[in-house]
C-alpha cells in the first residue's frame, strides 16, 4: 500500500503545469468541448505543441511518435489535462485513443506508415471519428447494417451511422460495416474500414444537443468508394477487432473526468468563498460531500490504473469508474447550481458573458452529463456487469 | 368538507385551454419562440387576451372575467404543460395581482383594463445577489418634490423589452428592519434613463438587465405606501409562487407523460424499455414525487383561494417544485438514452427551462428557511393541548 | 378544490383530544408496538375505552358496534390515533381491520353474532391474528400449503405459518388453508377458517427481530380439530375471498403512519430547539424537507381517501402512498438520528433509559421500518404495481 | 510509487487474523456476547494477547510485535468484518497509541507491556454534548499539592467496567481557545469516587457512563502536558478515526458479501432474486460505494502510516465510513426481505452496531465542517502555479 507518487512522475506532473502557465491563459478555463471554429482550431494548435512534447499520444511507443509512458505517467498526463484543460488532447478523442493502437495491433504495415506518424504529430488528417452506432444498433451493436460491397479493389459503402462525434472536425473515419450479410449469426460478416471523410458520397448532419450543443453527427455513406488497402485487419473478423478496440477506451478515460471534477471543484469553492455562499447551510455540508465524492473518484480511479500497470484484467472496474463518475456529475453539477443560483439560467454555451459565473461550467456540466452518460453505456449499463461480474449475481433484465 | 375534484366551470375551462394550447402552442412554436427576438408571439397574445384569459382573475367592474385565483392556477398548470412562451406571467401573476390587492381604486380602474387588454407588465425585483431577501434591495428612490428618482440596476427581469410598465421594487428608507423603507414603482418602461440589455439564456426566455439612471416617477405611481412595499413582495412570494408551482407542476407531469410514453414504446434487445425494473422504478419514483407535487400545489393554490394564510405550505410547495422538476427532467433524459439528449426530443425542452423556474421566487435553500422559522416560531400540537 | 375539513370531523378531532387529556399522559409518548405484557395490558384498558367511544370500530355499522363513520371521519380518528399514538386502537390490527368486515361480508349468521360483538367491544377474546403467509408461500400467496381436511364435522389442520403478528396476543386466528390439494390451478381449493388459537396442537414460536422486538410468530398447527361451523365463506373460494379482505386493508393505512410521522417530527423539532441543534446547519434544511415530504404524504393519503369516499376504485393509490411512507420513514429516521447523535445507540426497546432521547422514538422507527416496509409487500413491490397500473408499462422484473 | 498491493507479511497477517477470527468468532458468538454481562470473550482475549495482537503496533522495546500501524488497520478491518466484541479497540487503539505517541519514556516502559500483556485500558472523552468538539470538554480538573482532583461525567466510555486503567480528557483551565487547558489523565479505574453504570444500548456493546467525584490522580500520570491534552485528542481524531473506519469498512463489506449470496441463492417465483434490476442494481451501487470507502481507508491508512499529514483525507474516510456503512446496512435489510428483520439473519447485526460506530470519534456533520474549514482555508490548486 502506498499512495506517493514516484519522482518520474511527479516531474512529469511539474513539467505539465509549467507547460500550461506557458502556453495557456490561467485565469480561463478552456472550454474542451469545442463547440466553436475558433476553439477547434485553437484546440488543433495546442495538439502540436502537445505532440512536440511526445504528450499527444504519451503511451505509444517512441517508433511511433509517442513516449512510452508508463500507464502511471499517462495517468498523471490525463489527470492535468482535465485539470487545466488543455484543449486538443483529444483531437478527435479516436485516433489517439483507439484507432492508432488497434492500427498498431492489427493493422497493415501501410496503414500503419500513413497513418500513426498523421495521428501522432497532431495534423488536420490525424482526425478520427468513429463510426459503430446506427439507428438499430446502438446497445445492440452487432445488428449493424451499413453495407460494404467489395467491387473489383475497393468497397462500395452504402449506410447511414448516427451518435458520431467529431465528424464535422474530422478526416477519417473508423467505420464499422457489414461485408457478409449472409453470415449465420449477426456477429460475423463485419469489417472494419478506414473511410476518408472527403470520399464523395459522405453527407454529414449535425445532432445538436438541446442547448445547441454540436458534438455528435448523423452520417451517410452513399455508394462511397473505399479502396481495399483501407481494410483494417481482416475481413469479416470486426466484431473481434472492434472488442479489441474497445478495450483500449476503458482503463484510463476516468483520469480526465478526475482532473476536469477537481478544477471545477475548486472554482466552485473559490467563488463561494468569495461570495459568502461558503457560510450557507445548504452549501457548507454539501461541498465536503463532493469533495468527499471527488477523492473517492481519485483512489478508484488510480485503483484501475494500478491494475492495469500490473497487468491484471479489468473487467467491472472501469464500468465502476464511469457509474460513480455519473453520480458525481449529478451531485457537482447540482450543487453547483446552488452556489450559483437564478445565474444558473444564463446560455451554457457562453463563455464570456458578464452573466455567466465560473465560465458557465457549471451549467455546462449540468446540461451535459446525462448526454455524454448515455453515450459512453448507460449508468445502468455499467451496473448490469458490475452485478455479474463482480458479485456474480445472474442476468438481469 | 376536503374535495379534491373540480367544479364543472373549472374543468372546462382547463380543457379550453388544453384545445387552445395544443392547436397554438406546440413544441416546434416553443423552439422557434425561443430564438425569436421578441420570445413571444403577438398574435397568440392577442388571442389570450381576445379569450379573456389575461382578465380571468380580474374583477368584471375592472373588464375581467371575474373569475377566481385558483382558475389563474388552472391556467398556469396547463401553460407549464405546454411551456407557453408568452409574458403572461410577468404581466398577469406579477404584476396585475398586486395591483388588484395593493392598488387605490383610481390605478385600478386606470391600468387593470389595459392590462386585460393586452397591455404588457413586468416586475423588476431581483437585484446583484439573485436572492429574494429584503436586504437585497438596494435600488435606491430618493423622494424629491414632485415624486422620486430611481437609480439602480435589476436583473431577470422577465420580458423587459415588451412591456410597456414595469413594478420597480426600491428602497426609499433604511430603518432597522431591511423590510422597512421600500416602496413599490409603476414606470413607463420607456421613461428616461432606462436602459434594458437581454441576458442571453439557455432557455431563450427573454431575461433582462434594465439599468435605472435617475428615472422620475410621480407621487402617484407609487403601489401602496412609499414605505411598507415590501408587503407586496411578501404576497408575491405567497401568490406568485403557488403559481410558478402550478407551471412547474404542469411541466413536470408533462416529462412524466412523455418519457412513459417513450418507456413503452421505446423496443430494445425485443421487448419495450419500459419492462426493465431499473427504467419502470425510476418512472415509479417519479410519479410518486409528481403526484405530490401537484396535489401539494392544489391545496396551496386551494388555501390562498380563500385567503387562507399558508406561508409555510407555499414555501413547501416551491421546494418541492424546484425538487421534483428537476429531477424529473434529468431522469427524464436519462431514460430517453443518447436521443433525449437531442433538440429533436421535447424533454431537453422542459430540462432547459427548469432551472429559471427553479430561481425564479425563490430558490430552495431560501423556501426552506422559510419553513424552519416558521418551524422554530411554533409551538408544537402536542405541547399545546 | 377544497382542503378544509367540514364541522362533523372537525368536532370528531376535538372529541378525539379532549381524550386523549383524559386518558393518556401527555407528556409520553405511549409505546405503539406493544413488546412488553403491561404494554398490551394498557392497550387492551384503552381499547375498551375506544369501544365506549365507538371509535374502535368506527367505521363499522352502528348494529355491529361500530359509529357509521363516514371515509373521512374515519381518516381523521386514524390520523389523532398516530399522532397521539394511542393504544389499543389495533387490537392485533386484523379483527378490527379486515377479519370483522370480511365476516360482515361473507360470513354465515353464527360468525357475524359471535364474533362481532367480541371485536367491537374490545374484548380478550376479540383479538385476532391473520395465517396468510408459509414459508414458501409469501408474495406467492397462493403458493400456500397447509392444509385442512375435512373429517366428519371437523376440519383437521396440518402445517406451519410464518410472519404472523400478535398471534401470542390472540385469541383466534384467521386462516388460509388449502381444503382442495388436488384442484387444478393452485389460487383454488383455499379455505378460510377462524381457528381458536386456545385449541390443542396451536404451537407459537416467536420471531425476533434482530433487535430484540416480538411482533412476529411462526404459528404451528397439528392435528388441530376446527369445527365446521368456522369454516368462513364458501369452501374452496378463499383466493376469491382473501382478495375482497386485502381491500379492506389498502386505503386508510397511510393515515395511522401521516399521524404517527407528525408527531415524531414535531418531536424532533422541539428536542432541536431546546438543545439548540435546529440552528446547525446540517439539521435545519433538512428538517424543512421532512416538513415538505409529511406535507406530502399528508395530500396523498387525504386524495386517497377522497377517492374512496367518492366509491373511485383505488389501484396505485395506496402502493404509492405506502411506497412514499417508506421514502419518508428512512428521511425521518436519519435526520432524527442526526439529532440525537451518539444517543441514537441506546437499545431501542427502552422508554424510559435516562439515556433514551424522544423517548427511544428515532432508534424504535430507525430499525423498525425497514422489517415492516417488507411486511407490508417490499417498496419494489409497490413500485411494480404503480409502474403497471398508473403508467401502464409492461410487466417488469 | 503509488501501490495498491500489500506485503507478503501483510497478506499473511491478513489471513492469520481472518482464520482465527472465523473460528473463534462466528456470529452466535457475537449474539451470545451482546447479552453477556462483561461483553467479551476472556479466553478470546487471553489468546488475541498470546498471538501478538494486542501488541502488535507496539515497538519491541515494550514487548510488542514493532509492526506499523498499517498492520493495525488489517486488524481492525477484519475484526469489523466478524463484529469481533472486545475491548481491543479501547485498549489498543484509544490508549496504547496515544501512550506511545506522547507518553514519556517511564510512563511507555510502564504501562505498554501491560496491555500488550492483556490488560485493558479505555478512554472517557465524551460528555453529555456527545460531540467531539474541545469545547465540550467540561470535566474538571483542579490542581493540588500532589496531583490532580478529577469530578464530572464521561459519557459512552467503551468497556469500562472491565478495563483497568482510564484515560481520562479534563479541562485544567480555561483559554481563549476551548483547546487550551486540556490534559488527558491516567487513571486507575477502581480508584475511590469513580462511578460505572452500563448504558443498555441496542448492539449490547459495553458502553458506559462514568461519573468522577473528586479522584485523585498524581502528578506523574499526565499523558503530555497538562495543558495540551488536545492534541492527543486531535491525534485520536486521526489515527483511531481511521482504525474505526477500517472496522466500518469490514463491516460493510461484510454485509455486501452476504447480501449478495442472499440475492444469488432465494429463489422467488423461480428465479434468484438478484436477477431482478432494482436488487441487482442497488447491490452494484453498494458495491461502488464499499469499493470507494475501502480505498479511501487505504488510502488515509497509508498516509499516517509514514506519518504524512492527511486530517482532511480522515475526515472523508470517516463521512464515507458512515454513510456507506448505514446505507449497505439498509439495502442489506430491506434486499433480504422480511426475513433480514429477524435475528436469526446476520444483517441485523451489523445495522444494529452502525450508529455507535457513526457516532464514534465523530458524526458525518462533525468531519464534514472540518473538511470545509480546510477547503476556506486552502488557496486552490489553480490560483497557485
Redesign the interface.
Same mark, same amino acid.
Not at chain 1, 463482480?390 to 433484465?397: N, R, V
Not at chain 2, 419492462?275 to 427504467?279: M, V
Given at each position: 500500500?502506498? &499512495?506517493? &507518487?514516484?519522482e518520474k512522475?511527479r516531474k512529469l506532473r511539474e513539467e505539465i503545469?509549467q507547460f500550461?502557465?506557458e502556453n495557456l491563459p490561467?485565469d480561463q478555463v478552456p472550454y474542451l468541448e469545442e463547440h466553436y471554429d475558433e476553439e477547434w482550431a485553437f484546440a488543433m494548435s495546442m495538439a502540436k505543441k502537445l505532440s512536440e512534447k511526445k504528450w499527444l499520444t504519451i503511451n505509444w511507443p517512441e517508433e511511433y511518435g509517442g513516449m512510452g509512458a508508463s500507464d502511471?505517467e499517462q495517468a498523471v498526463y490525463l489527470e492535468e489535462v482535465g485539470?487545466?484543460g488543455i484543449p486538443g488532447y483529444g483531437m478527435g478523442v479516436s485516433g489517439i485513443r483507439w484507432v492508432g493502437p488497434s492500427i498498431m495491433l492489427y493493422g497493415s504495415e501501410e496503414l500503419k506508415k500513413k497513418h500513426l506518424p498523421l495521428i501522432s504529430s497532431g495534423e488536420a488528417d490525424g482526425v478520427w471519428c468513429t463510426g459503430y452506432s446506427e439507428p438499430d444498433a446502438?446497445?445492440?451493436f452487432a445488428n449493424l447494417s451499413t453495407r460494404a460491397e467489395k467491387k473489383g479493389d475497393e468497397y462500395i459503402v452504402n449506410g447511414q451511422k448516427v451518435?458520431i462525434s467529431a465528424a464535422h472536425r474530422s478526416r477519417w473515419c473508423w467505420l464499422a460495416v457489414r461485408t457478409d450479410p449472409d453470415a449465420p449469426r449477426k456477429h460475423d460478416g463485419i469489417s472494419l474500414l478506414a473511410v476518408d471523410m472527403k470520399s464523395e458520397g459522405v453527407t454529414i448532419r449535425p445532432?445538436?444537443? &438541446?442547448?445547441?450543443l454540436h458534438i &455528435?453527427n448523423e452520417v451517410f455513406f452513399d455508394n462511397v468508394r473505399v479502396p481495399e488497402t483501407n481494410l483494417v485487419g481482416i475481413e469479416d473478423d470486426g466484431w473481434r477487432q472492434v472488442m479489441l478496440s474497445l478495450a483500449f477506451e476503458r482503463g484510463n478515460q476516468a483520469l480526465v473526468a478526475l482532473g476536469e471534477s477537481?478544477?471545477l471543484f475548486?472554482?466552485m469553492?473559490?467563488y463561494a468563498?468569495e461570495t459568502g455562499a461558503?457560510k450557507?447551510?445548504?452549501?457548507?455540508?454539501k461541498?465536503?460531500?463532493v469533495?468527499?465524492e471527488i477523492?473517492?473518484?481519485k483512489?478508484?480511479a488510480?485503483?484501475t490504473?494500478?491494475?492495469m500497470s500490473?497487468g491484471k484484467k479489468v473487467r467491472w472496474e472501469p464500468p465502476?469508474d464511469k457509474?460513480?463518475r455519473d453520480?458525481i456529475n449529478?451531485q457537482l453539477s447540482?450543487i453547483g447550481?446552488?452556489i450559483i443560483?437564478?445565474?444558473?439560467?444564463?446560455?451554457?454555451?457562453?463563455v464570456d458573458?458578464k452573466?455567466s459565473k465560473i465560465q458557465g461550467r457549471v451549467?455546462r456540466l449540468?446540461?451535459r452529463w446525462?448526454?455524454y452518460?448515455?453515450?459512453g453505456g448507460?449508468?445502468?449499463n455499467?451496473?448490469?456487469i458490475?452485478?455479474r461480474s463482480?458479485?456474480?449475481?445472474?442476468?438481469?433484465? | 368538507m376536503v374535495d379534491f375534484g373540480w367544479s364543472k366551470s373549472q374543468a372546462l375551462l382547463r380543457k379550453s385551454i388544453q384545445e387552445f394550447l395544443k392547436k397554438e402552442c406546440p413544441s416546434d412554436r416553443v423552439r422557434e419562440l425561443a430564438v425569436d427576438a421578441r420570445g413571444y408571439d403577438p398574435k397568440l397574445w392577442d388571442q389570450l387576451a381576445e379569450l379573456g384569459y389575461l382578465g380571468l382573475a380580474v374583477p368584471e367592474a375592472y373588464e375581467g372575467m371575474g373569475g377566481e385565483y385558483i382558475e389563474l392556477m388552472i391556467f398556469m398548470e396547463e401553460a407549464g404543460r405546454k411551456l407557453l412562451p408568452s409574458p403572461f406571467f410577468a404581466t398577469v401573476v406579477l404584476c396585475a395581482l398586486p395591483i388588484m390587492q395593493f392598488g387605490s381604486d383610481e390605478q385600478k380602474q386606470k391600468l387593470l383594463p389595459a392590462i386585460v387588454d393586452g397591455q404588457i407588465w413586468t416586475l423588476a425585483l431581483?437585484e446583484a445577489a439573485?436572492?429574494y431577501g429584503p436586504e437585497h434591495i438596494e435600488m435606491s428612490a430618493v423622494k424629491e418634490s414632485n415624486g422620486y428618482v430611481l437609480s439602480g440596476t435589476k436583473?431577470?427581469v422577465p420580458f423587459a423589452n415588451a412591456a410597456e410598465n414595469f413594478l420597480v421594487v426600491a428602497r426609499t428608507g433604511n430603518g432597522n428592519d431591511p423590510r422597512e423603507g421600500i416602496g413599490v414603482f409603476i414606470v413607463d418602461a420607456n421613461a428616461p434613463g432606462i436602459q434594458k440589455t437581454m441576458?442571453?439564456?439557455?432557455?431563450g426566455?427573454q431575461?433582462y438587465?434594465v439599468i435605472f439612471e435617475n428615472v422620475q416617477v410621480s407621487d402617484t405611481d407609487i403601489l401602496g405606501q412609499s414605505d411598507t412595499g415590501w408587503e407586496i413582495v411578501e404576497y408575491l412570494l405567497q401568490y406568485a409562487t403557488v403559481l410558478k408551482c402550478a407551471e412547474m407542476s404542469g411541466g413536470a407531469q408533462a416529462v412524466l407523460d412523455l418519457t412513459s410514453r417513450y418507456a413503452r414504446e421505446r423496443i430494445?434487445?425485443g421487448k419495450p424499455i419500459g419492462?426493465?425494473?431499473?427504467?419502470q422504478h425510476k418512472l415509479a419514483n417519479d410519479f410518486i414525487w409528481v403526484e405530490g407535487l401537484k396535489n401539494l400545489v392544489y391545496e396551496a393554490a386551494s388555501l390562498l383561494n380563500i385567503g387562507e394564510p399558508c406561508k409555510t405550505l407555499v414555501s413547501m410547495a416551491k421546494v418541492k417544485a424546484n425538487t421534483v422538476y428537476?429531477q424529473m427532467c434529468?431522469d427524464g433524459?436519462?431514460i430517453h438514452?443518447?436521443i433525449?439528449?437531442?433538440?429533436?426530443?421535447d424533454?431537453?425542452?422542459y430540462?432547459?427551462r427548469t432551472?429559471?423556474m427553479?430561481?425564479?421566487l425563490g430558490?430552495?435553500?431560501f423556501h426552506?428557511e422559510r419553513i424552519v422559522a416558521e418551524l422554530e416560531d411554533q409551538v408544537p400540537l402536542f405541547m399545546s393541548i
Open positions: 500500500m502506498d &499512495f506517493q &507518487f514516484g512522475e503545469r500550461v502557465k490561467l502511471w485539470y487545466w446502438g446497445s445492440d451518435w445532432i445538436k444537443s &438541446f442547448f445547441g &455528435f477537481k478544477r475548486d472554482e469553492v473559490q468563498k461558503i450557507r447551510p445548504a452549501i457548507r455540508q461541498l465536503a460531500d469533495a468527499i477523492e473517492t473518484l483512489v478508484l488510480y485503483e490504473v494500478w491494475k500490473k465502476r457509474a460513480f453520480m449529478d447540482k447550481t446552488e443560483g437564478a445565474y444558473t439560467q444564463v446560455d451554457p454555451l457562453l458573458s452573466w451549467e449540468y446540461y446525462t448526454g452518460a448515455s453515450a448507460t449508468t445502468d455499467q451496473r448490469n458490475i452485478g463482480a458479485l456474480q449475481l445472474p442476468k438481469a433484465y | 431581483m439573485a436572492d436583473l431577470f441576458i442571453p439564456t439557455g432557455a426566455n431575461q438587465e430494445q434487445f419492462s426493465l425494473q431499473a427504467i428537476e434529468i433524459i436519462t438514452g443518447a433525449g439528449f437531442t433538440e429533436e426530443m424533454v431537453g425542452l430540462h432547459l432551472k429559471s427553479e430561481f425564479d430558490g430552495s435553500e426552506r
